[in-house]
C-alpha cells in the first residue's frame, strides 16, 4: 500500500526529530531497517579505511548523513564528498557512494538506488559490497558511461576520490564467511 504524500519541508522537519531513520523519494517515505552487526562492522571497516586516506578538504560520512538530490534523500551506508557544502545534515556532491547489500535492501541498491545515484555529476564511483561472500561490485563513471567490474577474494579496488586503494582485506577485516569455517574443528573429539 502507498504511503499518503509528504511534502519535502514536512520529510525533513519529521527526520531531525525522529530516532528512527527514513528515506524520501517523491513525496514517499521509506523507514529503513535495522542492520545486522556484520553489516556495521563492514561499513565501519570501509569508514576507516577511506577516513585514514582522505585529505582535509574531504568529507568521509557514515550512515547518519544523508544524499540529497533532487525530491531524494537517501542514507547511503558511507559516503565521500569533497566539495564545498552548506547544509549540515546531507551531502549533495558526493565523489564516492557506499551500499552494503543486505536481503531487504539489495533490489532497491541496485535498481533505484543505483540510478538515482549515478545521476549525480559529481559521483565517480558505486560500491556494492557484499554480506555473504567477500565481493565488491565497483561501478565507475567513464564519461557518459558506466564501468562495472566484479571483485573478489584479495582484489583491490582503486579509487580517484579519495585518491587511493581500497583492499578487499580491509573491507573485510575481521569478517568470517561460512565457507572459510574449519569444518573439522566442530567434529567431536575420539
Known amino acids: 500500500m502507498k504511503s499518503p504524500y509528504t511534502s519535502e519541508a514536512d520529510y525533513l522537519a519529521a527526520e531531525l526529530l525522529s530516532l528512527e531513520k527514513s528515506e524520501y523519494a517523491g513525496g514517499q517515505v521509506f523507514a529503513m531497517a535495522g542492520t545486522s552487526i556484520r553489516h556495521n562492522q563492514i561499513s565501519g571497516n570501509i569508514y576507516v579505511a577511506l577516513r585514514a586516506k582522505t585529505s582535509n578538504s574531504c568529507r568521509v560520512s557514515i550512515a547518519d548523513v544523508k544524499f540529497k538530490a533532487k525530491q531524494l534523500y537517501y542514507y547511503p551506508d558511507v559516503m565521500v564528498a569533497c566539495g564545498n557544502n552548506t547544509d549540515s545534515h546531507c551531502e549533495t556532491q558526493p565523489c564516492l557512494i557506499v551500499e552494503v547489500l543486505s536481503d531487504s535492501t539489495e ?84
Open 107 to 190: 533490489v532497491i541498491d541496485r535498481g533505484e538506488k543505483m540510478h538515482n545515484y549515478q545521476r549525480a555529476p559529481e559521483l565517480e564511483t558505486y560500491l556494492l559490497v557484499s554480506q555473504i561472500e567477500r565481493r565488491v561490485d565497483v561501478y565507475t563513471r567513464a564519461g557518459a558511461f558506466w564501468r562495472f567490474e566484479s571483485l573478489v577474494d584479495d582484489a583491490e579496488i582503486t579509487l580517484s576520490c579519495p585518491e587511493m586503494r581500497l583492499s578487499l582485506d580491509s573491507i573485510y577485516e575481521r569478517i568470517v564467511f561460512d565457507s572459510q569455517v574449519n569444518t573439522t574443528d566442530a567434529l567431536p573429539a575420539s
